[in-house]
């Protein structure tokens, strides 16, 4: 395949031809946050709205749907780019269980992790929280899911439909979207051949492997 | 209506999966037919046409709860839908919304204790001309009011009285 | 059968049925006329013409636009001009069968207009609106049978199809595309290109699909065309598949409009029948089928990418694009998809000529454009006027202004994604580019009139509540950006809102505009836009002086009984009180009690109107201090 060389913060970036301008940026060593983006998964889910970039010509656009091409320049730092993370951030939150300290992903978490990178708080305060309160499904021997942490990024069902029984899909809409099995049956019961690729893939810490559970090898 | 049999439920879906064939892009036809049959999205229903279409029951249950169209409990005996678009809002669609929340004591999305009526709100029936609009059975109500509440409750056990005297025993 | 045959006999059923020497009588039976009872009216007549053994045709059309005067009828009788009457009660039906069918006394009372030229009355076209007015979309509705497939051929119908089946499909492009038409489904795409693109890209078999989801609250165009002549847009659509090469078709019409299913499906087996749809069309070696999906209940679905997942099977989600449809649509085919008066404009455009609608119009919107007049006006209904026709024409022109002499205040255009024009813009011709210039979206033609008893601010939280409810919830832009805007709003509405709210009101809605991944989210900021600019001192009315101007805003009013108008003696408002909040108190005057009155609003409308003694008050500080509910006494009387 042929490559294309793009400017992303002013390096000059080579990228194979088709790649997504998330990708090349990663992989050039420039941070884009992001949680949905899959590599290679098309059409790409672009749900976070997180990785936005600027691209001259073009205005602001998700990174992880535009496909790279000579000559771009993209630029990742714009006060209109971070105003519109932070704005997504920040609505994530809004409708998420942000108490930490009691979370299976405390310390290995996505959303802490883009916090610390880019300068942004856990506890906003700009928008009111949205309540949020389903029971957490401990029913499972190896993991644990905790729709309160879920944001929604699709990781998990995803994965689950293409290499693992298929038991995880959306459910419901809107505002009530929520990641769940048929009709809310608990996983034990679910039919889950406990593949825990979704415990793996999760960003934050929704699907959790138990303690003591080794994760599995892949 | 009330909760239906399982053998009804296994008779009327079979009914309809003999319509279509197994090719996903049946999904949500069959739903609707199904629910238009029975009222509503047993779980039973979803667990045969999961099979019938070969894809996981968690797909079906992900299509039928996006939609507004399907139910996943039993409705009332009689459906009465507010419109709650733009032009019978600004005409007090809410007001009207409300005077049957009382009338019929119940919550919007709700069926009354005895199972007689359900309360849905809809949005927009496009017969905005008319609005305030109110749809009952798919009958379409317009130009309606908070006072016109207790005639169509009348006119409808009316109707079903007409009903039940034509066909003799009723149900 | 050839397509002369076909004509020939279509013909002669027409004229058969208006020269039969027996009067004729049309009436509509669209969704609008059956609201306003036309089906018991219709009833009524058949019953009247059996019992009395008059030998008279009855002819269900669809919908002529003049919903306001719903029901309708017209009636044709040897000897007389064919009349419309409005408002027609089973009364007025049985009196117009008793004096004019059987008598000869047209009951011009109850007319609205002539449907001919003549010298007895006024034709209908005599009306003001039609000064302004210019119907092609609409010139059918109202007049044929839509279950008919015969009274559409007879009347030009089918012909524009044979006509493009003798030419290329470059040149149907060509003609689409010289003709500057420009797609009604909202966003204004330029039809002809959008046909090339699909003809051009690669993959087979391409698909269409005939957008019918018509989702915007407050727009019915779609619907009556469906209903009312539904065989123009299958033969719009059998020339655009011809054109972009496409095989097969679907036509998506949500689920809220059972009549036009109905009607469509009808529709279809007719043009299968006459061998205008199906294998080998009119002998031409064209194939082309078309496949009725209902929608179930979501607004997103109008959503180009989202409805093509929901015909797939599955939820109504949207991707993002490119791809676009037109390259990469329906299971990955490229995929061309149109609103239903885009499609149904093409056989005008066929038959007449590019040149004949691109004379329509302003210079970079051509034709027409198909409103529904809803809310505070007089004439609601649908009107069909040449784009960059002003506001002020339309509403007052062709809608007749607003009713019991109130101030106009602003219209609400394009559904939850388009946003309010101000009272003060009466001259902004409508058309899509200056409406965008004013922040506002054509979307496919709801305009909802709003008079100054309604609340900008109520009614922009109406919006947002509608597309917060109707997100599909994949990206935290719409799911929880939405959702933070009505909550705003809320705020605001119930009084408790603060002035730094504006501030971050405004800075989300440029983001969630600026940041979701589909139309819905990126419009869905539109009202909320446009009324801050336009109406910014309403929503500081509500947030310092805790105040709703136009008494809307329930937290904000209270109904109050003004002593000095109260009859004493008269009980009304008591009797209509669900909730019995109204009690009489000294010397009868009739008091609400505020802790109990849960804002209906019935009382206002009970109390007589020649005392007019019920009305609103905002702020909620206006209300004098109550007296005391004599409550001992009233229990001692008991
Ligand atoms: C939220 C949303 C709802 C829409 N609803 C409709 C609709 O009801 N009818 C329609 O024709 N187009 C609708 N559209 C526009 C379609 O995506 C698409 O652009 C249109 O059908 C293309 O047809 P046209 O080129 O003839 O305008 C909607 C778009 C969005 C974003
Ligand atoms: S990574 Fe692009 S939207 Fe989530």
Same mark, same amino acid.
């Given at each position: 395949?042929?490559?294309?060389?793009?400017?992303?913060?002013?390096?000059?970036?080579?990228?194979?031809?088709?790649?997504?301008?998330?990708?090349?940026?990663?992989?050039?060593?420039?941070?884009?946050?992001?949680?949905?983006?899959?590599?290679?998964?098309?059409?790409?889910?672009?749900?976070?709205?997180?990785?936005?970039?600027?691209?001259?010509?073009?205005?602001?656009?998700?990174?992880?749907?535009?496909?790279?091409?000579?000559?771009?320049?993209?630029?990742?730092?714009?006060?209109?780019?971070?105003?519109?993370?932070?704005?997504?951030?920040?609505?994530?939150?809004?409708?998420?269980?942000?108490?930490?300290?009691?979370?299976?992903?405390?310390?290995?978490?996505?959303?802490?992790?883009?916090?610390?990178?880019?300068?942004?708080?856990?506890?906003?305060?700009? %928008? $009111?929280?949205?309540?949020?309160?389903?029971?957490?499904?401990?029913?499972? *021997? #190896?993991?644990?899911?905790?729709? =309160?942490? !879920?944001?929604?990024?699709?990781?998990?069902?995803?994965?689950?439909?293409?290499?693992?029984?298929?038991?995880?899909?959306?459910? %419901? $809409?809107?505002?009530?979207?929520?990641?769940?099995?048929?009709?809310?049956? *608990? #996983?034990?019961?679910?039919?889950? =051949?406990? !593949?825990?690729?979704?415990?793996?893939?999760?960003?934050?810490?929704?699907?959790?492997?138990?303690?003591?559970?080794?994760?599995?090898?892949? | 209506?009330?909760?239906?049999?399982?053998?009804?439920?296994?008779?009327?879906?079979?009914?309809?999966?003999?319509?279509?064939?197994?090719?996903?892009?049946?999904?949500?036809?069959?739903?609707?037919?199904?629910?238009?049959?029975?009222?509503?999205?047993?779980?039973?229903?979803?667990?045969?046409?999961?099979?019938?279409?070969?894809?996981?029951?968690?797909?079906?249950?992900?299509?039928?709860?996006?939609?507004?169209?399907?139910?996943?409990?039993?409705?009332?005996?009689?459906?009465?839908?507010?419109?709650?678009?733009?032009?019978?809002?600004?005409?007090?669609?809410?007001?009207?919304?409300?005077?049957?929340?009382?009338?019929?004591?119940?919550?919007?999305?709700?069926?009354?204790?005895?199972?007689?009526?359900?309360?849905?709100?809809?949005?927009?029936?496009?017969?905005?001309?008319?609005?305030?609009?109110?749809?009952?059975?798919?009958?379409?109500?317009?130009?309606?009011?908070?006072?016109?509440?207790?005639?169509?409750?009348?006119?409808?056990?009316?109707?079903?009285?007409?009903?039940?005297?034509?066909?003799?025993?009723?149900? | 059968?050839?397509?002369?045959?076909?004509?020939?006999?279509?013909?002669?059923?027409?004229?058969?049925?208006?020269?039969?020497?027996?009067?004729?009588?049309?009436?509509?039976?669209?969704?609008?006329?059956?609201?306003?009872?036309?089906?018991?009216?219709?009833?009524?007549?058949?019953?009247?013409?059996?019992?009395?053994?008059?030998?008279?045709?009855?002819?269900?059309?669809?919908?002529?636009?003049?919903?306001?005067?719903?029901?309708?009828?017209?009636?044709?009788?040897?000897?007389?001009?064919?009349?419309?009457?409005?408002?027609?009660?089973?009364?007025?039906?049985?009196?117009?069968?008793?004096?004019?069918?059987?008598?000869?006394?047209?009951?011009?009372?109850?007319?609205?207009?002539?449907?001919?030229?003549?010298?007895?009355?006024?034709?209908?076209?005599?009306?003001?609106?039609?000064?302004?007015?210019?119907?092609?979309?609409?010139?059918?509705?109202?007049?044929?049978?839509?279950?008919?497939?015969?009274?559409?051929?007879?009347?030009?119908?089918?012909?524009?199809?044979?006509?493009?089946?003798?030419?290329?499909?470059?040149?149907?492009?060509?003609?689409?595309?010289?003709?500057?038409?420009?797609?009604?489904?909202?966003?204004?795409?330029?039809?002809?290109?959008?046909?090339?693109?699909?003809?051009?890209?690669?993959?087979?078999?391409?698909?269409?699909?005939?957008?019918?989801?018509?989702?915007?609250?407050?727009?019915?165009?779609?619907?009556?065309?469906?209903?009312?002549?539904?065989?123009?847009?299958?033969?719009?659509?059998?020339?655009?598949?011809?054109?972009?090469?496409?095989?097969?078709?679907?036509?998506?019409?949500?689920?809220?409009?059972?009549?036009?299913?109905?009607?469509?499906?009808?529709?279809?087996?007719?043009?299968?029948?006459?061998?205008?749809?199906?294998?080998?069309?009119?002998?031409?070696?064209?194939?082309?089928?078309?496949?009725?999906?209902?929608?179930?209940?979501?607004?997103?679905?109008?959503?180009?990418?989202?409805?093509?997942?929901?015909?797939?099977?599955?939820?109504?989600?949207?991707?993002?694009?490119?791809?676009?449809?037109?390259?990469?649509?329906?299971?990955?085919?490229?995929?061309?998809?149109?609103?239903?008066?885009?499609?149904?404009?093409?056989?005008?455009?066929?038959?007449?000529?590019?040149?004949?609608?691109?004379?329509?119009?302003?210079?970079?919107?051509?034709?027409?454009?198909?409103?529904?007049?809803?809310?505070?006006?007089?004439?609601?209904?649908?009107?069909?006027?040449?784009?960059?026709?002003?506001?002020?024409?339309?509403?007052?022109?062709?809608?007749?202004?607003?009713?019991?002499?109130?101030?106009?205040?602003?219209?609400?255009?394009?559904?939850?994604?388009?946003?309010?024009?101000?009272?003060?813009?009466?001259?902004?011709?409508?058309?899509?580019?200056?409406?965008?210039?004013?922040?506002?979206?054509?979307?496919?033609?709801?305009?909802?009139?709003?008079?100054?008893?309604?609340?900008?601010?109520?009614?922009?939280?109406?919006?947002?509540?509608?597309?917060?409810?109707?997100?599909?919830?994949?990206?935290?832009?719409?799911?929880?950006?939405?959702?933070?805007?009505?909550?705003?709003?809320?705020?605001?509405?119930?009084?408790?809102?603060?002035?730094?709210?504006?501030?971050?009101?405004?800075?989300?809605?440029?983001?969630?505009?600026?940041?979701?991944?589909?139309?819905?989210?990126?419009?869905?900021?539109?009202?909320?836009?446009?009324?801050?600019?336009?109406?910014?001192?309403?929503?500081?009315?509500?947030?310092?002086?805790?105040?709703?101007?136009?008494?809307?805003?329930?937290?904000?009013?209270?109904?109050?009984?003004?002593?000095?108008?109260?009859?004493?003696?008269?009980?009304?408002?008591?009797?209509?009180?669900?909730?019995?909040?109204?009690?009489?108190?000294?010397?009868?005057?009739?008091?609400?009690?505020?802790?109990?009155?849960?804002?209906?609003?019935?009382?206002?409308?009970?109390?007589?109107?020649?005392?007019?003694?019920?009305?609103?008050?905002?702020?909620?500080?206006?209300?004098?201090?109550?007296?005391?509910?004599?409550?001992?006494?009233?229990?001692?009387?008991?």
């Amino acid at each position: 395949m042929s490559k294309v060389t793009l400017t992303i913060d002013g390096i000059q970036i080579e990228a194979q031809k088709g790649e997504k301008v998330l990708w090349a940026a990663l992989e050039g060593g420039i941070y884009i946050p992001s949680l949905c983006a899959v590599r290679g998964l098309e059409p790409p889910f672009a749900a976070c709205r997180l990785c936005f970039v600027e691209i001259e010509g073009r205005g602001i656009v998700t990174s992880c749907t535009e496909t790279v091409a000579d000559g771009m320049v993209v630029y990742t730092n714009t006060p209109r780019v971070k105003r519109l993370r932070r704005t997504a951030f920040e609505l994530l939150l809004s409708h998420h269980d942000t108490d930490c300290s009691s979370c299976p992903g405390h310390g290995n978490c996505e959303l802490q992790r883009i916090a610390s990178r880019l300068g942004l708080k856990l506890r906003q305060n700009r %928008f $009111r929280p949205v309540p949020i309160s389903y029971p957490i499904d401990s029913s499972h *021997p #190896l993991i644990t899911y905790d729709p =309160n942490r !879920c944001i929604l990024c699709g990781k998990c069902v995803w994965v689950c439909n293409e290499r693992g029984s298929g038991v995880l899909n959306f459910a %419901f $809409r809107g505002i009530d979207t929520v990641v769940t099995t048929f009709f809310g049956l *608990p #996983l034990a019961d679910s039919g889950c =051949n406990s !593949c825990l690729e979704c415990a793996a893939v999760c960003p934050v810490g929704a699907i959790a492997l138990k303690r003591d559970v080794r994760p599995p090898r892949s | 209506m009330g909760q239906i049999m399982d053998e009804v439920i296994e008779d009327e879906t079979a009914f309809v999966l003999r319509l279509y064939s197994g090719e996903r892009k049946n999904l949500v036809p069959i739903l609707q037919d199904v629910c238009d049959r029975l009222g509503y999205l047993p779980r039973a229903a979803m667990e045969r046409i999961a099979e019938h279409l070969a894809i996981n029951r968690g797909e079906v249950y992900s299509a039928a709860t996006f939609y507004n169209q399907f139910r996943l409990s039993p409705p009332g005996r009689h459906t009465v839908k507010v419109c709650m678009g733009t032009a019978c809002h600004i005409k007090g669609g809410q007001l009207i919304l409300e005077a049957w929340e009382r009338e019929l004591d119940v919550d919007v999305g709700g069926v009354t204790r005895d199972g007689q009526f359900g309360l849905e709100r809809v949005a927009c029936v496009g017969c905005c001309a008319m609005a305030p609009i109110v749809v009952c059975d798919d009958v379409v109500h317009g130009r309606t009011r908070p006072t016109t509440v207790k005639g169509i409750i009348t006119n409808l056990n009316e109707r079903e009285h007409d009903i039940r005297g034509d066909s003799g025993q009723g149900d | 059968m050839i397509f002369e045959e076909i004509r020939d006999r279509a013909i002669r059923e027409w004229e058969g049925l208006r020269n039969s020497g027996r009067p004729l009588i049309l009436i509509g039976t669209a969704t609008c006329g059956r609201a306003a009872g036309a089906m018991e009216v219709l009833e009524r007549i058949e019953r009247e013409l059996g019992e009395r053994g008059i030998d008279a045709d009855v002819v269900q059309v669809g919908c002529m636009g003049h919903c306001y005067a719903e029901p309708l009828i017209a009636i044709a009788k040897p000897g007389y001009p064919p009349i419309l009457y409005g408002y027609v009660t089973q009364g007025t039906a049985s009196q117009l069968i008793e004096n004019f069918i059987l008598g000869d006394d047209p009951c011009l009372e109850f007319a609205l207009g002539a449907l001919e030229e003549n010298e007895l009355i006024p034709t209908i076209f005599d009306m003001p609106r039609f000064r302004y007015e210019r119907r092609i979309l609409l010139e059918r509705c109202g007049f044929i049978d839509p279950q008919n497939i015969d009274h559409y051929i007879a009347n030009g119908g089918y012909s524009a199809l044979v006509k493009a089946l003798e030419m290329t499909s470059d040149e149907v492009i060509e003609g689409v595309r010289r003709s500057g038409l420009r797609g009604r489904g909202g966003a204004g795409f330029p039809t002809g290109e959008k046909f090339g693109i699909c003809r051009e890209a690669e993959g087979e078999p391409k698909y269409l699909i005939c957008n019918g989801d018509e989702g915007d609250p407050g727009a019915f165009m779609d619907r009556a065309i469906l209903e009312s002549d539904p065989q123009s847009v299958i033969e719009g659509m059998t020339i655009a598949a011809y054109a972009v090469g496409a095989l097969h078709g679907y036509i998506y019409v949500r689920a809220e409009y059972p009549l036009a299913v109905e009607r469509v499906r009808f529709a279809l087996r007719q043009a299968e029948g006459l061998g205008l749809l199906g294998q080998d069309i009119l002998g031409s070696g064209f194939s082309f089928g078309i496949e009725l999906v209902r929608g179930s209940g979501a607004f997103v679905c109008g959503e180009e990418t989202a409805l093509i997942a929901s015909i797939e099977g599955g939820r109504g989600v949207p991707h993002p694009r490119p791809p676009f449809p037109a390259t990469s649509g329906l299971w990955g085919k490229p995929t061309l998809i149109n609103n239903v008066k885009t499609l149904s404009i093409i056989p005008h455009i066929i038959s007449k000529g590019a040149d004949w609608y691109s004379s329509i119009g302003t210079e970079k919107s051509k034709g027409t454009a198909v409103f529904a007049l809803a809310g505070k006006v007089i004439n609601t209904g649908l009107a069909e006027v040449p784009m960059g026709t002003t506001l002020r024409d339309i509403i007052y022109g062709v809608g007749g202004g607003i009713p019991g002499g109130k101030r106009f205040k602003a219209v609400q255009i394009g559904g939850p994604s388009g946003g309010f024009l101000p009272e003060s813009m009466p001259d902004i011709p409508v058309d899509f580019d200056s409406l965008t210039e004013a922040g506002v979206m054509m979307g496919s033609g709801g305009m909802v009139i709003l008079d100054e008893d309604n609340c900008m601010v109520e009614a922009a939280r109406y919006l947002l509540d509608f597309t917060q409810r109707e997100s599909c919830g994949k990206c935290t832009m719409c799911r929880l950006g939405t959702k933070q805007m009505l909550n705003i709003l809320e705020d605001i509405t119930n009084g408790e809102g603060r002035l730094e709210d504006l501030g971050l009101l405004m800075e989300l809605a440029q983001d969630v505009r600026d940041g979701s991944l589909c139309g819905l989210g990126r419009t869905a900021p539109n009202p909320v836009l446009t009324s801050l600019s336009y109406f910014r001192d309403e929503y500081e009315a509500h947030i310092i002086e805790k105040r709703c101007p136009a008494l809307v805003c329930e937290k904000l009013i209270s109904y109050y009984i003004l002593p000095e108008r109260c009859e004493r003696s008269c009980d009304a408002c008591v009797g209509s009180c669900s909730v019995e909040a109204i009690y009489a108190g000294k010397g009868g005057v009739k008091v609400i009690d505020q802790e109990k009155c849960v804002k209906c609003g019935i009382c206002l409308d009970s109390c007589p109107p020649q005392y007019s003694a019920i009305v609103k008050l905002s702020p909620l500080s206006l209300v004098p201090p109550e007296e005391k509910k004599p409550e001992k006494s009233e229990e001692g009387d008991g």
